[in-house]
């Protein structure tokens, strides 16, 4: 299960996730985030409550990365141990901004 919740203001977003970023949910993430990208410059991804992801939400990370990069940033805040453990394997901890 995977709650997201909307945080929009003019150009700027942030999405907060709770729960499991997986093959089950990443696809919801993935319609919220084609729905909000080509009107953002900034995107935050506040991952506090994120308790796993899986390679299908790595895939929805880096589209939404690449994504931005045309046109603005994106970051990654509050990420836990297990995530970024994750994140450091993969080499995402490279290619994302982490704050």
């Not at 929009?8 to 949910?25: I, P, Q, S, W």
């Amino acid at each position: 299960m995977l709650n997201i919740i909307k945080n929009m203001e003019k150009d700027t977003a942030c999405f907060a996730l709770e729960g499991r970023l997986d093959t089950v949910t990443a696809p919801l993430l993935e319609s919220e985030l084609k729905e909000a990208l080509p009107s953002l410059s900034v995107l935050t991804l506040d991952f506090a409550k994120l308790e796993y992801i899986s390679s299908a939400g790595l895939r929805v990370l880096l589209s939404a990365h690449k994504a931005m990069a045309g046109h603005g940033s994106m970051k990654l805040i509050h990420v836990n141990e297990t995530v970024m453990e994750i994140f450091e394997v993969t080499g995402f901890s490279e290619i994302l901004t982490i704050e």
